[in-house]
């Protein structure tokens, strides 16, 4: 089976190098020709561990190919995958722009019967939005189906949460797309991976429902940690306690900074934009989104408390990006929290495995370090911002040499008090108790 990607983005190559490794022949499109460029030498424009490896075996074996030609793309593809950027608007809702210049991209170079699938996060109403403005450019008089195939990948565990997903969704119309779609996803049968068939108003809400429901989640856990604190109690044994509950699930219940990421603050608010549009103010969508912000903002008094004020200071910084094992720097929470306090006369010397080149643009004045223990150097506090797995056994001897002050700000728990302490060090955490 030939296919096309359009989009090759996070969402868009991952899922174009997966369905080539499933043995489909992909063709991978995107108007950013430099981006194109790079690709067809192998080279991926992003952080995602195991991407590389793939996309060049992919072109080795000539079942993946790149083109910034939209025709292209078209041409030979049964399925047609969507996978656009949904950016917010000013009023949050999502820009859908990309997405219909793709429909009229496609329109007017079918050749045949197409399936055209939205895997980028469309609010609902969407697929049908796409129906018209195909039919409305359309030079040919085609037949073609529209299916919805949202997609639940984490960035940093993208392919393997791709080649095995816990569902896939399939919201369509029609038998005979939900028949080819079926067929592309046929290598996941041995694992048994469940199949969610719907309709397509369903499957747009049942990604949309997803993300918000895990944002509430954290959100939730961020409050009762704040509420810990006020009197004494460990966050960390109240997520465990929770968690061990079935119906709880221990997933998601980790408190820290509060979550970023190109998703989930998007999505709370497409979805609270949908429930505007529809007279339902849906509202604990919104209030997740606020109690993340002030969740935020509750980290700059932290460490403002800790250090007796930061005007003068000196800050290490570990981890930038939205969270490990990726570059992304959307929403991410130490733009807030690091801007806020470079406001407040800090100096911020920072580090992060991948997104150095990022995080310098977004954020200036910040002093970009080379490892670890320079981030600490002359530091009066160090905070782990992103819980990358070289930051999760610090050599606390050579970082109290350089420190002007023995302080972890650990804002994503990632140690026990004791330990720390036990190095002489002032624990401050999230939600537990702050130790000397
Ligand atoms: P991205 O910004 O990384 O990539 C989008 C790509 O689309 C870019 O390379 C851009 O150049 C390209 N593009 C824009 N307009 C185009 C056009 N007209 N024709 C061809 N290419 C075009 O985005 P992403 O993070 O991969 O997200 C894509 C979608 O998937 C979004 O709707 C997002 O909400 C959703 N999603 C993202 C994730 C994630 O973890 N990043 C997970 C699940 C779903």
């Given at each position: 089976?030939h296919i096309?990607?359009?989009?090759?983005?996070?969402?868009?190559?991952?899922?174009?190098?997966?369905?080539?490794?499933?043995?489909v022949n992909?063709?991978?499109?995107d108007t950013d020709a430099?981006?194109?460029a790079?690709?067809?030498?192998?080279?991926v424009?992003?952080?995602?561990?195991?991407i590389?490896e793939?996309?060049?075996k992919?072109i080795?074996e000539d079942r993946?190919?790149?083109t910034?030609d939209?025709?292209?793309?078209?041409d030979k593809a049964?399925?047609i995958?969507?996978a656009?950027?949904t950016?917010p608007?000013s009023?949050?809702?999502?820009?859908?722009s990309?997405v219909?210049?793709v429909?009229?991209?496609?329109?007017k170079?079918?050749?045949?019967?197409?399936?055209i699938?939205?895997?980028?996060?469309v609010?609902?109403?969407?697929?049908?939005k796409?129906?018209?403005v195909?039919?409305a450019?359309q030079t040919?008089?085609?037949?073609?189906d529209i299916?919805s195939?949202?997609?639940?990948?984490r960035e940093?565990?993208?392919?393997?949460?791709?080649?095995?997903?816990n569902?896939v969704?399939?919201?369509?119309?029609?038998e005979q797309?939900?028949?080819i779609?079926?067929?592309?996803y046929?290598?996941?049968?041995?694992?048994?991976t469940p199949i969610v068939?719907?309709?397509i108003p369903?499957a747009?809400m049942?990604?949309?429902a997803?993300?918000a429901f895990?944002?509430?989640?954290?959100?939730?856990i961020?409050?009762?940690a704040?509420v810990c604190?006020?009197?004494?109690a460990?966050v960390?044994?109240?997520?465990k306690?929770m968690?061990?509950?079935n119906?709880?699930g221990n997933k998601f219940l980790?408190?820290?900074?509060g979550?970023?990421?190109?998703?989930f603050?998007?999505?709370?608010?497409?979805?609270v934009?949908t429930g505007?549009r529809?007279?339902y103010?849906?509202?604990?969508?919104?209030?997740?989104?606020?109690v993340?912000y002030?969740?935020h903002l509750?980290?700059v008094?932290k460490v403002?408390e800790?250090?007796g004020?930061?005007?003068g200071k000196?800050l290490g910084?570990?981890g930038?990006?939205f969270?490990?094992?990726?570059?992304?720097?959307?929403?991410?929470p130490?733009?807030?929290?690091?801007?806020e306090?470079m406001?407040?006369?800090a100096t911020?010397r920072?580090?992060?495995?991948a997104?150095?080149?990022?995080?310098?643009?977004?954020l200036p004045?910040?002093?970009?370090?080379?490892?670890?223990?320079?981030?600490?150097e002359?530091a009066?506090?160090?905070i782990?911002?992103?819980e990358?797995?070289?930051?999760r056994?610090l050599?606390f001897?050579r970082?109290k040499?350089?420190m002007?002050?023995?302080l972890l700000?650990?804002?994503r728990n990632?140690?026990?008090?004791?330990?720390?302490v036990?190095?002489?060090?002032?624990?401050v955490?999230?939600?537990r108790p702050?130790?000397?």
């Amino acid at each position: 089976m030939h296919i096309s990607v359009i989009g090759t983005g996070y969402v868009g190559l991952v899922t174009g190098a997966c369905f080539a490794e499933f043995g489909v022949n992909v063709t991978c499109m995107d108007t950013d020709a430099r981006r194109i460029a790079r690709l067809e030498k192998g080279e991926v424009p992003f952080f995602e561990p195991g991407i590389t490896e793939l996309v060049a075996k992919g072109i080795k074996e000539d079942r993946l190919h790149f083109t910034t030609d939209v025709a292209k793309a078209v041409d030979k593809a049964l399925v047609i995958f969507i996978a656009v950027g949904t950016p917010p608007k000013s009023d949050g809702s999502a820009d859908l722009s990309y997405v219909e210049e793709v429909g009229r991209g496609i329109a007017k170079n079918m050749t045949g019967y197409k399936v055209i699938v939205t895997k980028s996060t469309v609010p609902v109403g969407t697929g049908e939005k796409l129906r018209e403005v195909i039919k409305a450019n359309q030079t040919g008089r085609f037949r073609f189906d529209i299916v919805s195939n949202p997609e639940f990948l984490r960035e940093g565990s993208a392919i393997e949460d791709f080649m095995r997903p816990n569902r896939v969704v399939i919201g369509a119309d029609s038998e005979q797309a939900v028949a080819i779609m079926k067929d592309l996803y046929r290598p996941l049968y041995l694992l048994e991976t469940p199949i969610v068939v719907t309709d397509i108003p369903t499957a747009e809400m049942i990604k949309y429902a997803s993300n918000a429901f895990l944002a509430v989640k954290i959100s939730f856990i961020n409050e009762i940690a704040t509420v810990c604190e006020k009197v004494g109690a460990d966050v960390q044994m109240v997520s465990k306690g929770m968690g061990l509950d079935n119906r709880i699930g221990n997933k998601f219940l980790h408190a820290g900074p509060g979550f970023g990421g190109s998703c989930f603050p998007k999505d709370l608010a497409a979805l609270v934009q949908t429930g505007e549009r529809v007279g339902y103010p849906f509202q604990i969508a919104g209030a997740a989104a606020k109690v993340n912000y002030e969740q935020h903002l509750r980290m700059v008094e932290k460490v403002k408390e800790a250090c007796g004020g930061v005007k003068g200071k000196t800050l290490g910084v570990l981890g930038l990006s939205f969270k490990p094992n990726t570059n992304d720097m959307r929403e991410a929470p130490s733009l807030t929290i690091l801007s806020e306090l470079m406001k407040e006369g800090a100096t911020i010397r920072a580090y992060d495995p991948a997104s150095m080149e990022e995080s310098t643009k977004l954020l200036p004045g910040m002093v970009p370090c080379q490892d670890t223990y320079d981030v600490a150097e002359g530091a009066d506090g160090l905070i782990i911002m992103t819980e990358w797995n070289q930051f999760r056994n610090l050599d606390f001897d050579r970082l109290k040499k350089s420190m002007r002050q023995p302080l972890l700000l650990d804002l994503r728990n990632t140690y026990e008090s004791d330990r720390v302490v036990g190095f002489g060090f002032r624990h401050v955490s999230v939600g537990r108790p702050t130790k000397n």
